[in-house]
T-cell receptor, first 114, second 109 residues
Framework: DVKVTQSSRYLVKRTGEKVFLECVQD?????MFWYRQDPGLGLRLIYF???????EKGDIPEGYSVSREKKERFSLILESASTNQTSMYLC?????????????FGPGTRLTVL | GQNIDQPTEMTATEGAIVQINCTYQ??????LFWYQQHAGEAPTFLSY??LDGLEEKGRFSSFLSRSKGYSYLLLKELQMKDSASYLC??????????WGAGTKLIIKP
């Protein structure tokens, strides 16, 4: 079974802090994704990566950056957290070579910015 | 713009059948996914349709009509554990997933 893990289930930070969210997958997947999920809205793509050291902006990249130094790890960084970044953050991975492959999700990190 | 519509909430009775609809308008189409998400948990894959017709997988079936921009997820013999949100997502022309807001399904005894 594919396992995608995220560093924290719950996180509380203050406005202006730098926040790191870590995601690790154990099935050698090429593609990794960061989403945020808010009530009444669909999952919104922040950034994704097709390979090590590669990154692409999604629909809402403003205020975020990412890092993929190793194939299994994809980090999301909030350079200066703001209250409107309070949300559920979901990481996903997918086997490359076919976009129809399903995405496997981590358990999510519920971030609160005060 | 790109748009995926699904009902916000539905209620059904244990043992019954429920159909969750999804309509979409996207720039291109390369397939449609259904995911299940229990409260506080990660979404998990249910089905993928790229050709018109019905795909059956146990108690769950998914239907697609590309000409109508329409899909539905059919759940039979409902169980209490089926209480969850059901997410519809379309793979667009850039092979990016566009997600609906999800349908919260409430099962009553």
């Amino acid at each position: 079974d594919v396992k995608v893990t995220q560093s924290s289930r719950y996180l509380v930070k203050r406005t202006g802090e730098k926040v790191f969210l870590e995601c690790v997958q154990d099935m050698d997947h090429e593609n990794m994704f960061w989403y945020r999920q808010d009530p009444g809205l669909g999952l919104r793509l922040i950034y994704f990566s097709y390979d090590v050291k590669m990154k692409e902006k999604g629909d809402i990249p403003e205020g975020y950056s990412v890092s993929r130094e190793k194939k299994e790890r994809f980090s999301l960084i909030l350079e200066s957290a703001s209250t409107n970044q309070t949300s559920m953050y979901l990481c996903a991975s997918r086997l490359g070579g076919g976009e129809a492959n399903e995405q496997f999700f981590g358990p999510g990190t519920r971030l609160t910015v005060l | 713009g790109q748009n995926i519509d699904q009902p916000t909430e539905m209620t059904a009775t244990e043992g019954a059948i429920v159909q969750i609809n999804c309509t979409y308008q996207t720039s291109g189409f390369n397939g449609l996914f259904w995911y299940q998400q229990h409260a506080g948990e990660a979404p998990t894959f249910l089905s993928y349709n790229v050709l018109d017709g019905l795909e059956e997988k146990g108690r769950f079936s998914s239907f697609l009509s590309r000409s109508k921009g329409y899909s539905y997820l059919l759940l039979k013999e409902l169980q209490m554990k089926d209480s969850a949100s059901y997410l519809c997502a379309v793979l667009d022309s850039n092979y990016q997933l566009i997600w609906g807001a999800g349908t919260k399904l409430i099962i009553k005894p």
